[in-house]
């Protein structure tokens, strides 16, 4: 049985998403650039997973490409997850928490990037589905 809050057809997007900390305890948050949707918007490190992919693989793949870091899979600890519909699509989105990674992050796709306290996430705007993951980061941090 389909959900009523989920038209039928309309397909889902898994896409996972880093919550990855500095030894200060702050957040690594990315600034969508202009001419992507949601252009301008802060995000949580990530992208979409690819088939045959595991929802870890593909953070190990886009913390190298998005922001030139290296972790490992056993250094990603799931905290939880996002559920929201768009125009288009429906997002399910996995948050993994990562402490343990090499090298310092810089921006490699021309995103801004901001190291935030948790606190003082909602200061910056962020995309609907990323929204309601803030406070499992203020509780935990």
Request: charge should be negative; glycine fraction near 8%; proline fraction near 11%.
């Amino acid at each position: 049985m389909i959900s009523p809050s989920v038209p039928a057809g309309r397909p889902i997007l898994l896409v996972a998403a880093c919550a990855l900390v500095d030894a200060d305890g702050r957040v690594l948050l990315a600034q969508r650039p202009e001419g992507k949707q949601l252009a301008g918007l802060w995000e949580f490190p990530g992208g979409k997973v690819e088939q045959g992919e595991t929802p870890e693989e593909c953070l190990v793949r886009e913390l190298r490409e998005e922001v030139g870091i290296e972790t490992k899979i056993p250094c990603l600890a799931p905290l939880t997850f996002a559920s929201h519909t768009y125009d288009t699509f429906h997002l399910l989105m996995p948050l993994y928490v990562c402490r343990r990674y090499e090298g310092a992050p810089q921006s490699r796709e021309g995103q801004t990037l901001k190291w935030v306290r948790p606190k003082q996430m909602r200061d910056y705007p962020m995309p609907p589905a990323d929204e309601p993951l803030i406070p499992f980061l203020i509780d935990l941090l």
